[in-house]
C-alpha cells in the first residue's frame, strides 16, 4: 500500500469548511484512497473513499488531483462534533487490512 | 441497527488471568479483525479472519488467540495476559463485494493488566 503524508495537525473555526490535505505520490493506478476518522478512544468511523473522481455523501467530500498524487477531504461546516483524528489510508480494494498511520487531529473551534 | 459489539467495554485484570474479549456483528460480514491502540503507535492489527474458521496473524499476533467459529463471532483470548497488553481494543468487520470499502469498527475495549 502507498505510503501517505497528514499534516499532525489543523484548526477550523465552527461552521467554516473543514480542508483535511493528503500526500500519496506513489499510489498505484488500482489503490483507492480512503478516509476514516476517530473521536476521541471511540471506534474509527469511516467516511468516503474514491478511486480517481471526486466523491461526495453526507459527512464530507472527497477531492483527488488528477494525478492522483494528493487527495483534500472536505467538511462543508464542521461543527465541535468534527474534532477528531482523521485518517488518510490508501490501499488496493481488495486488500482487506487497514494500515492507520498518525493521521491529521483537526480541532473545530466554537 | 447494523453494529458491532463487543465486550466488556472495560477490564481491569491481574498478570496471568485468562480473559475473553467478545466481539459480535450482525451484519453477516466474512472479514472481521483485532486492533490494538496504544499512545504513540497508532492501531496495529493482531489478528483477523477472512470467514469461518479461517484466521490469520495481524502485525502484532504474539500473546493472542482468536477462533472463528461462528461468521458473527470473533472473540479475542489472552490466554495469560501481562502489563504490556494494557491497551485500547478495537473489533472491526467488513463485508466483500467487488471491493472492502466500509469497516465497521466496535466502541473499543479498555484493558488493564496489573
Known amino acids: 500500500d502507498a505510503k501517505t503524508t497528514q499534516p499532525p495537525s489543523m484548526d477550523c473555526a465552527e461552521g467554516r469548511a473543514a480542508n483535511l490535505p493528503c500526500n500519496h505520490s506513489?499510489?498505484?493506478?488500482?489503490?483507492?484512497v480512503y478516509w476514516y476518522r476517530q473521536i476521541h478512544s471511540q471506534g474509527p468511523q469511516y467516511i468516503i473513499h474514491g478511486l480517481k473522481n471526486n466523491e461526495t455523501n453526507e459527512m464530507a467530500s472527497l477531492i483527488i488531483t488528477e494525478d492522483r498524487k494528493s487527495s483534500t477531504l472536505i467538511l462543508p461546516h464542521a461543527t465541535l462534533r468534527d474534532t477528531a483524528v482523521y485518517y488518510c489510508?490508501?490501499?488496493?480494494?481488495?486488500?482487506?487490512?487497514?494500515?492507520f498511520g498518525k493521521g491529521t487531529l483537526l480541532t473545530v473551534n466554537p | 441497527e447494523a453494529q458491532v459489539t463487543q465486550n466488556p467495554r472495560y477490564l481491569i485484570t491481574v498478570t496471568g488471568k485468562k480473559l475473553t474479549v467478545t466481539c459480535s456483528q450482525n451484519?453477516?460480514?466474512?472479514?472481521m479483525s483485532w486492533y490494538r491502540q496504544d499512545p504513540g503507535l497508532g492501531l496495529r492489527q493482531i489478528y483477523y479472519s477472512m470467514n469461518v474458521e479461517v484466521t490469520d496473524k495481524g502485525d502484532v499476533p504474539e500473546g493472542y488467540k482468536v477462533s472463528r467459529k461462528e461468521k458473527r463471532n470473533f472473540p479475542l483470548i489472552l490466554e495469560s495476559p501481562s502489563p504490556n497488553q494494557t491497551s485500547l481494543y478495537f473489533c472491526a468487520s467488513s463485508g466483500y463485494r467487488d471491493t472492502f470499502n466500509e469497516q465497521f469498527f466496535g466502541p473499543g475495549t479498555r484493558l488493564t493488566v496489573l
Open positions: 451484519m453477516n460480514h466474512e472479514y
Open positions: 506513489t499510489i498505484s493506478g488500482n489503490e483507492y
Open positions: 489510508i490508501v490501499k488496493r480494494g481488495s486488500n482487506y487490512k487497514l494500515t
